[in-house]
């Protein structure tokens, strides 16, 4: 009883500490890094690669039921391709970090952007003229383990792929300040959404500029901000949390 007692304990206390301790792999500008990258993948799929979005697939749904209300059931079922891969993606996003985990080397976050970057290096290999699906499976793939592994910033629900629910995050906040003039915590939360919204529309303009010279390498302009990411995390799981890999991020 009395050991229990103590395990019960010493779990309550782990839990209180975590609430206010965050992860590297939970650090806002990590978040920010990752969205510039986001921002750069979904340009990238939809000016070079058959216009089809890679950060989330309510567009493809939507481009998907207009091509099956007129009738082109061909093109219909092309948008499946990328939403059978976000599927996909967070189903092995589910299963991996456990075992990861268990090795007790690096944290999966850690080894996903590792893993992003060496993707996106050989896409930048591969030409225009090959069939689009190919990149297109394989960045969907990519932006839904990364959406569904980096969730909270600092203890702030986040999107590293999308930017609608912080559009909806800055509104509720908006309404917050103005019934409460003194609510300091919504005046950073606004200001915390609106920087996500901004790096990615940054990493959109800067894919969208460079593509026409860059071509299919173009890609490769995201892989700057993920190996920035890579190296402070690497840094930090090897060094600085080695003893807290067990942790989870909050949100897991």
Known sequence: MSENFKTEKHKELHQELHK????????YYIFELLTIAAGMMGLYTYILRGEVFCNAQTGN??????????????????????????????????????????????????????IEILALFMIGFIPLSWPHQIVQVAINFLCSMQFNTFRQAEGIPMATTFVTNHVRQIGINIAKRIRHRDEEEAKRKMSRHGNIIIAFFIGG?????????????TVWLAVIPLSVCFFVLLRSDLIYEKAMLDLKPHGH
């Open 205 to 217: 303009v800067i894919m969208t500029a460079a593509s026409p010279y860059l071509r299919e390498r």
């Open 20 to 27: 206010e301790f965050y992860l590297t792999c939970e650090k």
């Open 61 to 114: 749904v939507v481009k998907m039921s207009l091509a099956f209300g007129q009738g082109n059931f061909a093109e219909g079922f092309y948008y499946l391709i990328p939403f059978m891969a976000y599927i996909a993606g967070t189903v092995v996003s589910e299963i991996l970090p456990e075992k990861v985990r268990k090795a007790h080397f690096i944290r999966w976050d850690t080894l996903l952007v590792g």
